[in-house]
């Protein structure tokens, strides 16, 4: 008896691969292409820049297998379904199978879903239609463009400057930023200023306030004179005058569901997640976790948007769970519409749960840590975007006493709305007490603290993904691998979560930005992303868009070539000879930081990693001192300088003081807002630092 042929559906994952064959049943087979099959080559740049800059694509080495296998497949299949990602990329990653397959790309194989679940996918197999070649058309003027800047400005970084760098686009935009933020900081002066923070009473009942101002004018003050100028006017055993109670009912909205950008902001701020770190875990969450009885589900909708729109279906849904959880009065009639990114494609719906009766504790046991957490995270702020705003009442009070006033506000929760199941770091509730207009008040203290301006903080991940999003620079799927890049070339280090630009950096971004200027050019930039936009509404041709930003680059580029001088980065003196030849060390720029090596290189190749002694001693063997170190992905750790004879590693910082309970070394861990001194045996802790 012949075997009945089945259906191919070819997707990018396995494990996305496993979930939707469960939904589709026997007739159907699903395999994965694990990404991309199909690329410009690595070695060479592949764009034939006289020929309408046509591409010279090669199937990816190592992709020979996937490639004999998907062929074998797709020839025993009664119908070949292409189900990549809903993006530009998965449209691409489409249309290279097809070519690969041999399918024709008219006939009506592309299967679509936002989100993986049963009736999702089941609905897309139902209206399969042809590859979009204006999304494929799209994609490929963004890789051919980025292929031109990139291997035209990297041979002469490795030329003029050390082998192994790199530029593009959107990285050297965001290496701009950084280095412009840097230069703010510099230049930054700070400007002393005076706060006078008071204590006052009513009866029994105390409250703070701050000084305001004289004569009913707002007012500043500069220094101690101004201070001591405002303090004489004051009887400090004498009554203050409540002139002035101010009540207002205020109302805070939710924020709408999440974007890719909004989810990496968050994520890094509220859960200490790396860009790389989000992305990946919520490509796990869309591909599929098994949960028990229910199998392997796709948790989310797909991670890579920039729209905050809701589907109607999931609106029903979520209002009917908000009024079976919360009661009417927390489910919002007309939730609010977020504000979508200028040039937002608005292709996929923002990210959220598949199904919002999945509650994050319901599934907890089936999540590890960091999966737990960002579901946890992307399901409240959804549901919060679908409920009513939190309520407050407020009240400000002025007080008074010989023409100097003070102010106190005050406010209460009276109805938490969204606040319930999406907590932020608002204030807390700062009750006053029941005060009003001729009640008298007495001083309890008035405390004078001066103050200087702060320089600009310098970017985390999330400020930086913020300002790129805010100028119009890059789409979802380019912020991860951008501030990937930009580490990895070690053009920025990160210290205490924050971009600082590297002395390697400030020459590459320097040499861009003076002999190539456009690509560092905010609005050129973005710019391109809107043509590349039009490219996909099928306004704009792909060819005359590369033609025409490829043009004055590649003048750019011959101007370079002549007047750019190599750059070397020189050796500083270490202070120390080499102990195998006696010849000076110097320090050397690398790959990953600044070494030590031997001036006799390459005759003498000794070389050493520079450390930071902290002045503490190994709390383990006791001989060793402990040194700061870096993990392969540059995240600060400390361990014993006696390694591998001692392998004490922490990655807090040890301090030199005992535990007073139980002996042990103590700790200095960072906190949000700042440091804690804690043991590691949990047995003692201190006051938390600012």
Known sequence: MPTTKKNLVIVESPSKAKTIEKYLGRSYKVVASLGHIRDLPKSKMGV?????????????????????????????????????????????????????????????????????????????????????????????????????????????????????L????????????????????????????????????????????????????????????????????????GDFDITEVKRRERKRYPAAAFTTSSMQQEANKTLNFRTRKTMMTAQQLYEGINIGKEGTVGLITYMRTDSTRISEVAKHETSLFIHDQYGAEYAATKPRKGKMPEGAQ????????????????????????????????????????????????????????????????????????????????????????????????KLVNNNPNQHFTQPPARYTEAALIKALEENGVGRPSTYAPTLDTIQRRYYVKLVSRRF?????????????????????????????????????EGKENWIKVVDRYYKPFAKELEKA????????????????NCEICGAPMVVKMGRYGKFFACSRFPDCRNTQAIVKEIGVTCPQCHKGQIIERKSKRGRVFY?????????FVSWDKPI???????????IEKKIKGGKQIVCPNHDYEEEPQK
């Open 346 to 441: 608005d292709a996929h719906e923002a990210i959220r749960p598949s199904s919002v009766k999945r509650t994050p504790e319901q599934i907890k046991e089936y999540l590890n840590n960091d999966q737990f957490k960002l579901y946890k995270l992307i399901w409240a702020r959804f549901v919060a975007s679908q409920m009513t705003p939190e309520v407050s009442d407020t009240m400000t009070v002025t007080i008074e006493q010989n023409d100097v006033q003070y102010r106190a506000n005050g406010s209460k929760t009276k109805f938490e709305g969204f606040s319930k199941v999406y907590k932020t770091n608002k204030d807390k509730d700062n009750v006053l007490p029941n005060l009003a207009e001729g009640d008298q008040v």
């Open 656 to 666: 030199a003081r005992e535990c007073p309970v139980c002996h042990s070394f103590l």
């Open 561 to 576: 070539q002549g007047q750019i001088e190599k750059i070397q980065i020189k050796d500083e003196p270490a202070g120390f």
């Open 500 to 536: 600082e630009p590297t002395e390697l950096g400030e020459i590459v971004n320097e040499i861009i930005y003076d002999f190539f200027p456009d690509i560092v050019n905010i609005d050129f930039t973005a710019g391109l992303e809107k043509d590349l936009d039009s490219i996909e």
């Open 48 to 164: 034939d820049i006289e020929n309408d800059y046509e591409p010279h694509y090669i199937s990816i080495r190592g992709k020979g297998d996937t490639i004999k296998n998907l062929r074998k497949e797709a020839k025993k299949a009664k119908k070949v379904y292409l189900a990549s990602d809903p993006d530009r990329e998965g449209e691409a990653i489409a249309w290279h199978l097809s070519y690969l397959l041999g399918l024709d790309p008219k006939d009506k194989n592309r299967v679509v879903f936002n989100e993986i679940t049963k009736d999702a996918v089941k609905n897309a197999f139902k209206t399969p239609r042809s590859i979009d070649t204006t999304l494929v058309d799209a994609q490929q003027a963004r890789r051919i463009l980025d292929r031109l800047v990139g291997y035209s400005i990297s041979p002469l970084l490795w030329q003029k400057v050390k082998k192994g």
């Open 166 to 237: 790199s530029a593009g686009r959107v990285q050297s935009i965001a290496l701009s930023l950084i280095i412009k933020r840097e230069k703010e900081i510099d230049a930054f002066k700070p400007e002393e200023y005076w706060s006078i923070d008071s204590e006052f009473k009513k009866g029994r009942s105390k409250f703070k306030a701050s000084f305001y101002g004289m004569h009913h004018k707002k007012m500043k003050l500069p220094n101690n004179e101004k201070v001591q100028e405002v303090l004489k006017n004051i009887d400090p055993k």
């Open 639 to 647: 361990g014993c300088s006696r390694y591998p004879d001692c392998e």
